[in-house]
């Protein structure tokens, strides 16, 4: 099962996740109504949407800074 729970967590809107990715809006309409959808997904789009995801919510490093 394919699994997306940032992008889709109410954060960004429907618009801004299908300009960034190029996926199309009704696509992405579909998969915040069913998280199911992405399982039916082409895997380009679905890379696509978990790039964004990775970019926008993965936990930010800084590797400069040092642990007390």
Same mark, same amino acid.
């Given at each position: @099962? +394919?699994?997306?729970?940032?992008?889709?967590?109410?954060?960004? #809107?429907?618009?801004? $996740?299908?300009?960034? #990715? &190029?996926? &199309? $809006?009704? $696509? $992405?309409?579909?998969? @915040?109504? !069913?998280?199911?959808?992405? &399982?039916?997904?082409?895997?380009?789009?679905? !890379?696509k949407? *978990?790039?964004? %995801? !990775?970019?926008?919510?993965?936990?930010? *490093?800084? +590797?400069? %800074? #040092?642990?007390?």
């Amino acid at each position: @099962m +394919k699994h997306l729970s940032n992008l889709f967590s109410g954060k960004l #809107t429907a618009y801004q $996740i299908a300009t960034a #990715t &190029d996926v &199309d $809006i009704h $696509i $992405i309409e579909e998969l @915040m109504e !069913n998280a199911n959808a992405a &399982d039916e997904l082409d895997e380009s789009s679905f !890379n696509k949407l *978990v790039q964004l %995801e !990775n970019e926008l919510f993965a936990p930010s *490093v800084n +590797k400069n %800074e #040092t642990s007390a």
